[in-house]
C-alpha cells in the first residue's frame, strides 16, 4: 500500500511564475489536507479537502493561493504569482475519515524555491 | 483557542542516556496529543498518540508519552538515546470540533552525541 505521495519533491520557480504541487493520498484515503513548514517553524494549516470539497481554508492566504481536490486525480495546491517569501516545504497529509483520533499520514514533502 | 509549546527549541544528549522532550498545550476541549518525527528532507512520521484510553501511551522506537491533564502536558520520553533519533520532533494537538487541522508545536530538534 503506497504512502502519500507528492511530487515534484523540489520546485524552484521565479517570482511572478505559478507553482503547482501535487498530492496523491493513501488508498482508500478521501480527505487530504495541505500544511506549509517556513525555515526553522513547525508546521502551519493551510487547507483541509474532501473530494470536490473545501471543508476548511482557514491558513489559507487570501490571494493567490487555491487549492481542489478533484473526483478524478490528485489534491492541487496551486500558488499564483509567487514571491521569495512563498519558498517553503509543502506537506500534504492525508486520512480516511474527519476522526479526530486518527493520525493523518504525510507525504515526502514538496520543496519550493522562489529566485 | 487551541496551541502547543515545546519548551525546547534543541536538547542535546548522549548516546544511551534518557530523552526528554517536553510539551505543554491548551484547550478547552478534550485534546488528542501527537508525537511526529521528522528527520532531514523527510516527512513526518507519527510516534505515538493519545485519544483519551490510557495516560501513558507507548509508541514506536522505544518512545513514550504521558498524558497528565492536571498539568496539560505531553512530554516524550524515551529511556535510552540512539544515534539514529537525532532528528526533529513535533507535538501535535487536535481537537474534535476544529474540523481536523492539526496544530503544530515549534519542534525540538535533538541531537544525540557519541
Known amino acids: 500500500n503506497a504512502g502519500v505521495m507528492q511530487n515534484p519533491r523540489h520546485l524552484v520557480r521565479r517570482r511572478g511564475q505559478e507553482a503547482r504541487l501535487r498530492c496523491s493520498p493513501m488508498k482508500g484515503h478521501s480527505h487530504v489536507y495541505w500544511y506549509r513548514q517556513l525555515p526553522e517553524e513547525g508546521l502551519k494549516f493551510m487547507v483541509y479537502l474532501q473530494k470536490e470539497n473545501i471543508i476548511d481554508e482557514s491558513g489559507m492566504p487570501k490571494e493567490r493561493f487555491s487549492a481542489e481536490f478533484p473526483k478524478e486525480g490528485p489534491s492541487i495546491l496551486r500558488i499564483q504569482q509567487v514571491v521569495r517569501g512563498d519558498s517553503a516545504a509543502y506537506f500534504c497529509?492525508?486520512?480516511?475519515?474527519?476522526?479526530?483520533?486518527?493520525?493523518?499520514?504525510f507525504g515526502p514533502g514538496t520543496r519550493l524555491t522562489v529566485l | 483557542a487551541q496551541s502547543v509549546t515545546q519548551l525546547d527549541s534543541h536538547v542535546s544528549v548522549s548516546e544511551g542516556t534518557p530523552v526528554l522532550l517536553r510539551c505543554n498545550y491548551s484547550s478547552s476541549y478534550s485534546p488528542s496529543l501527537f508525537w511526529y518525527v521528522q528527520h532531514p528532507n523527510k516527512g513526518l512520521q507519527l510516534l505515538l498518540k493519545y485519544t483519551s484510553a490510557a495516560t501513558l501511551v507507548k509508541g514506536i522506537n522505544g518512545f513514550e508519552a504521558e498524558f497528565k491533564k492536571s498539568e496539560t502536558s505531553f512530554h516524550l520520553t524515551k529511556p535510552s538515546a540512539h544515534m539514529s533519533d537525532a532528528a526533529e520532533y513535533f507535538c501535535v494537538v487536535t481537537f474534535s470540533g476544529s474540523a481536523r487541522q492539526l496544530t503544530f508545536g515549534s519542534g525540538t530538534q535533538l541531537t544525540v552525541l557519541p
Open positions: 497529509a492525508s486520512s480516511p475519515n474527519a476522526d479526530s483520533y486518527n493520525e493523518q499520514f
